[in-house]
């Protein structure tokens, strides 16, 4: 199918805020999401991703702020009228209508002719691999099928913008992963502008362009994926996404102490009062040769070793207390060499991949 958006457009939410009583949903929310890009809001349950999806969809009309699709303000526009496609979490389907009947219903609030209406559902329904299913019932179908059609519906009438929140959520894990692969190729062959929500990190990884991390009503960080896992700016962020241990960093005259090792890294330390090393499993590795140039050692005590089949995972005490999780892959027949609960270790971390973090939070 060639690409029959119109050109996508881009979204300029400025100091938006919404209270719900004492509670800030959304506490002074600026974002810029440009045209055609597939930008993610990830966060915990409650940090506000649903209300910002849907002040941009027009379902929530915010305290204050402002809001742009390209050139024009959007506030006081009704959802209709805003050129919006909206998959719902629980899809939002009409359960006894037809395939074709849900699929076409925003035609249909359009005023779309009926010949018109029935080739652009069909066509919606290719694009999600659903040719031939529109005169199926809803309850015919399954999980993955409903979510595909939830889908086609909110592309059926072409909208600039494409807002999704946790559409893949009811599904299990394998079609989950299929699904997400799925909408990212959706998303290049049609370039719409989308804003996908989701508090799933792995997901937002594989899916973004890039990725809000929202909590408590705010935007933590703003990056891509690779900044993000690589450079936290803040403790929720390195904590939220991916796996990760923490240590207090000491400043000893120019230098960074931390569980009693001198750091070397060649990464930007942040001009914070409180400082944390972030220490990623994968990141961090037993030592077992010569020491090479630029590595920090950190003698350890193993507390505990988990066979997880692909990888192992070590967890080890340092010095300080400190328990920090070192994973590594496993090649026939290694396993049993690894060393045991009780063994010390020597613990190496990369100047390369030795991350200063200010310890706040935010
Ligand atoms: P998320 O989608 O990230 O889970 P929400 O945007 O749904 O979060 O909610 C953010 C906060 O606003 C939560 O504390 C939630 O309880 C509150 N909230 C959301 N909608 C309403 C509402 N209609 N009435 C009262 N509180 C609400
Ligand atoms: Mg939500």
Do not use: W
């Not at 990888?311 to 026939?332: C, F, K, M, N, P």
């Not at 009780?342 to 935010?362: F, H, M, P, R, W």
């Amino acid at each position: 199918m060639t690409k029959t958006t119109p050109d996508a457009l881009p979204i300029t939410v400025r100091n938006v805020t919404k209270t719900y009583g004492p509670v800030y949903a959304l506490d002074d929310v600026s974002l810029d999401v440009e045209s055609g890009e597939f930008l993610t809001l990830l966060g915990p349950s409650g940090s506000g991703k649903t209300t910002l999806l849907m002040v941009l969809a027009g379902f929530t009309r915010p305290d204050q702020g402002s809001l742009k699709f390209g050139d024009a303000e959007m506030i006081r526009k009704p959802p209709h009228l805003r050129d919006v496609g909206m998959v719902f979490q629980n899809y939002a389907l009409f359960p006894h209508m037809t395939v074709a009947g849900n699929v076409g219903y925003p035609l249909r609030l359009r005023g779309v002719s009926k010949t018109d209406m029935a080739d652009r559902v069909e066509r919606a329904l290719d694009t999600v691999q659903l040719g031939g299913f529109g005169d199926r019932r809803i309850d015919q179908l399954s999980g993955g099928q409903k979510q595909r059609v939830a889908l086609a519906r909110s592309i059926v009438f072409e909208p600039r913008i494409l807002l999704m929140d946790e559409p893949l959520s009811a599904l299990d894990k394998k079609l989950r992963d299929r699904m997400q692969i799925e909408l990212r190729h959706l998303h290049e062959k049609l370039g719409m502008t989308t804003v996908y929500v989701t508090h799933d990190q792995r997901e937002a990884l594989t899916m973004s362009d890039r990725i809000a991390v929202v909590n408590h009503g705010r935007i933590m960080q703003l990056a891509t994926p690779e900044l993000l896992y690589d450079q936290p700016e803040n403790k929720f962020v390195a904590d939220f996404i991916g796996d990760s241990s923490f240590i207090r960093v000491t400043r000893e005259g120019d230098s960074l102490v931390a569980a009693g090792t001198t750091l070397k890294t060649n990464r930007p330390v942040p001009d914070a009062a409180k400082l944390a090393l972030m220490l990623r499993p994968e990141r961090v590795h037993l030592m077992d040769g010569p020491r090479e140039g630029d590595t920090n050692l950190f003698d350890a005590r193993v507390t505990d070793l988990v066979y997880q089949g692909e990888s192992y995972l070590l967890y080890a005490a340092l010095e300080d207390g400190t328990e920090v999780a070192v994973r590594g892959a496993i090649r026939a027949g290694t396993y049993g060499n690894l060393p045991k609960p009780g063994e010390t270790v020597n613990l190496a971390l990369d100047a390369a991949d030795t991350v200063i973090i200010a310890d706040e939070e935010g």
